[in-house]
């Protein structure tokens, strides 16, 4: 397990959870969470392939991303 591994679930815990508690719960909303979820995916394996400014990159933009989805309403 790397810190790659933990800060990656926990983004996508916390997008899923405001997911739930702050959206009105719409199919279209939840699928375009679906590429933040993805960027984090694949954020976990470039920084496990010590790949740390990519990765970290990737995350900010898939929590800029989230953010930017779940306030629009």
Not at 34 to 39: D, E, T
Request: aromatic share 10%.
């Amino acid at each position: 397990m790397t810190a790659f591994d933990f800060v990656t679930v926990g983004c996508f815990l916390v997008m899923a959870g405001a997911f739930f508690a702050l959206t009105n719960k719409e199919p279209r909303k939840l699928l375009q969470l679906v590429l933040a979820a993805a960027a984090f995916a694949i954020a976990d394996q470039l920084g496990n392939a010590d790949y740390v400014l990519l990765a970290s990159l990737l995350i900010l933009a898939g929590v800029g991303y989230s953010v930017a989805v779940i306030r629009r309403d």
